[in-house]
């Protein structure tokens, strides 16, 4: 449930020794195995549209992703302002999502879709007999003052990524979703993220990404439990942000504890595999700063971009945060 909310809450100030280095979450990045059917996926049952699609030959991939593949092809596609992207790394067996996973397992990684109306949006996912997260669309009660009155709804894509439906009440959310429309698929709200401590990750996206802190809420109850599909579920969620873009949002789980860990061995091919896409203004002091707290690196060091036809053509790396989750930071 989002925390990046804008009317409700005072933005906290970070560190006075950093400065913004991640001006915009542009996108988020995951690996499918048929880009062709998760296209279609996307455009005819959530309304997204196909905006471009490009291909990383295969010694970009391996400088990039570490990935020894023929090419990645990757389709970008929006959805109101935000876009997301779908990368297929061809001639590779991608492994499947680990068995038994559960939304408080670290590899944990959603985006946030919001709707105009939870009842018609929840019955297209029925219609195509999508697969269930959540037992049922859920709104979250008074007693979570900073998120009271949201509902949202947790499902599968085709394959198996989780998707969220999430419907902001008037007091509640970015004011852009509060626009009377006709549409029912708005936008991106935010990508969420499994963590094990909020206090382990913050400094890694607060004082290294220089991302703000928008807000955080602590969620729990009957509810929260549908919602997640785990009993007992007691979550504390923050919300950050850059000047521009969607929202970043930890999934810290108080209890129950026992989540899995992000596999160690994962590599980019893999169908959990998410990245955000953060452009910087300062990508050298980012990886001085990486190498310095000896974060995971997947790229081969700042790896050359050069393909006119996506936005994340310059200079770019993608590395591991303190739990596994993929981030890649370019710079124009």
Same mark, same amino acid.
């Given at each position: 449930?989002?925390?990046?909310?804008?009317? *409700?809450?005072?933005? $906290?100030?970070?560190? /006075?020794?950093?400065?913004?280095?991640?001006?915009?979450?542009?996108?988020?990045?995951?690996?499918?195995?048929?880009l062709t059917k998760e296209v279609q996926f *996307?455009?005819?049952? /959530?309304?997204?549209?196909?905006?471009?699609? *490009?291909?990383?030959?295969?010694?970009?991939?391996?400088?990039?992703?570490?990935?020894?593949?023929?090419?990645?092809?990757?389709?970008?596609?929006?959805?109101?302002?935000?876009?997301?992207?779908?990368?297929?790394?061809?001639?590779?067996?991608?492994?499947?999502?680990?068995?038994?996973?559960?939304?408080?397992?670290?590899?944990?990684?959603?985006?946030?879709?919001?709707?105009?109306?939870?009842?018609?949006?929840?019955?297209?996912?029925?219609?195509?007999? /999508?697969? *269930?997260?959540?037992?049922?669309?859920?709104?979250?009660?008074?007693?979570?003052?900073?998120?009271?009155? $949201?509902?949202?709804?947790?499902?599968?894509?085709?394959?198996?990524?989780?998707?969220?439906?999430?419907?902001?009440?008037?007091?509640?959310?970015?004011?852009?979703?509060?626009?009377?429309?006709?549409?029912?698929?708005?936008?991106?709200? !935010?990508?969420?993220?499994?963590?094990?401590?909020?206090?382990?990750?913050?400094?890694?996206?607060?004082?290294?990404?220089?991302?703000?802190?928008?807000?955080?809420?602590?969620? =729990?109850?009957?509810?929260?439990? !549908?919602?997640?599909?785990?009993?007992?579920? !007691?979550?504390?969620?923050?919300?950050?942000?850059?000047?521009?873009?969607?929202?970043?949002?930890?999934?810290? =789980?108080?209890?129950?504890?026992?989540?899995?860990?992000?596999?160690?061995?994962?590599?980019?091919?893999?169908?959990?595999?998410?990245?955000?896409?953060?452009?910087?203004?300062?990508?050298?002091?980012? =990886?001085?700063?990486?190498?310095?707290?000896? =974060?995971?690196? $997947?790229?081969?060091?700042?790896?050359?971009?050069?393909?006119?036809?996506?936005?994340?053509?310059?200079?770019?790396?993608?590395?591991?945060?303190?739990?596994?989750?993929?981030?890649? $930071?370019?710079?124009?």
């Amino acid at each position: 449930m989002t925390k990046y909310i804008y009317s *409700f809450i005072v933005t $906290i100030t970070i560190s /006075l020794f950093s400065f913004s280095q991640v001006t915009d979450v542009k996108s988020v990045a995951f690996t499918v195995a048929d880009l062709t059917k998760e296209v279609q996926f *996307f455009q005819t049952v /959530l309304q997204f549209k196909k905006v471009n699609e *490009f291909a990383l030959d295969a010694k970009t991939s391996l400088a990039l992703f570490g990935v020894k593949t023929k090419q990645t092809k990757i389709a970008v596609l929006q959805l109101g302002d935000e876009t997301i992207q779908l990368m297929q790394f061809e001639g590779v067996q991608n492994k499947p999502f680990p068995t038994d996973s559960k939304s408080n397992d670290l590899w944990f990684q959603h985006i946030a879709i919001v709707v105009s109306d939870m009842d018609k949006a929840y019955q297209i996912i029925k219609d195509n007999d /999508l697969q *269930f997260v959540s037992s049922s669309p859920q709104t979250l009660p008074n007693y979570l003052p900073n998120a009271a009155g $949201i509902s949202a709804f947790y499902f599968q894509d085709p394959e198996g990524h989780v998707l969220e439906l999430i419907h902001f009440p008037k007091d509640k959310g970015n004011p852009k979703w509060q626009k009377t429309t006709e549409k029912l698929f708005l936008g991106i709200d !935010h990508s969420a993220i499994g963590i094990d401590k909020t206090t382990k990750s913050l400094p890694f996206y607060t004082q290294i990404l220089g991302l703000q802190v928008g807000g955080n809420s602590e969620n =729990y109850g009957t509810e929260q439990e !549908h919602l997640n599909q785990v009993f007992g579920a !007691h979550l504390l969620i923050t919300g950050l942000h850059a000047n521009t873009g969607f929202g970043v949002e930890f999934l810290d =789980y108080l209890a129950p504890q026992g989540g899995k860990l992000y596999p160690q061995e994962s590599a980019p091919t893999d169908l959990w595999h998410w990245n955000y896409i953060m452009k910087a203004n300062n990508l050298e002091k980012i =990886y001085t700063d990486l190498k310095a707290k000896e =974060y995971k690196l $997947i790229s081969n060091g700042i790896v050359n971009l050069k393909i006119s036809e996506t936005e994340i053509s310059g200079k770019a790396l993608l590395v591991r945060d303190p739990d596994g989750h993929a981030i890649l $930071i370019y710079q124009n």
